[in-house]
């Protein structure tokens, strides 16, 4: 918020000169009609603003990782994910099946699956696993609740050896918690997940306008990449942890009384 403040009042300053002393060369239109955009323009500003990065995107030196699971609906396994302290980026797609290029009304053998990019300097490959075995039934067979079918099935998928190690082993521990009923949970090396159309990218995010509204309306594919994004899709599920639920819940009633400042971090 203080570097558009700040911004907006240099721009006013140069805006000011100009008109007084320099002539008014072509960059310098651009310049003022980038200023005047951004004071008449109420649309434009928030525009301007949506350009200023995202502070996840691009991590150079900072490598992160992705684990993939699938556990039911992936517009909910999406928000399970999206709060998580480290947990970089979402994304739903499919994945755990033969057929080539599938699409959410041709699935197939395909399962409806969560990748999650995360930080594991912040969160462990166990901690995610946790989180996926507290987030559904894996007891429950072909399905989560009332969606039922091969798509809702649960799959660990594992990129390595290391992580096929620790999800037997949890699968092991689920398991002994009680042996009335099987962990229908498979564990499967991943062979390509197939991002899922946009529609259901964010989707319960999608379903808050006036969130997306104070996030200045970014564009599909920022949206997609922004962590922001991925912790209020799982606000709008309410699926954060409730501390975090309140936190959001404040701060978005606070923008809106004050008609200011965009939602850029939470
Ligand atoms: N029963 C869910 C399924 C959604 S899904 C992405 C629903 O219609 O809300 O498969």
Redesign the pocket.
Known sequence: MEELSRSRALSGNHSTRLSRSVPLSPPNLLTLAVVLASFFGGAQCIRLANRIPDPAAGFPDQPSRTAVFALG???RSEAVFGCLDGVVRTAVGYAGGSKPNPEYRSLRDHA?CVQVEYDPRLISYRQLLDVFWSSHDSRQVLGQG??VGN??RSIIFTNGTEESRLAALSKEREQSKSKSSVVTTQIQHLETFYHAEPE?QK?ELKQKPLILQLMGNLPEDELQKSSLAAKLNSFAAELCPPHIQKQIDAKIGDIIRKSWPLLRNV
């Open positions: 609906s992936f517009w409806e009332p969606d798509q809702y259901h989707f």
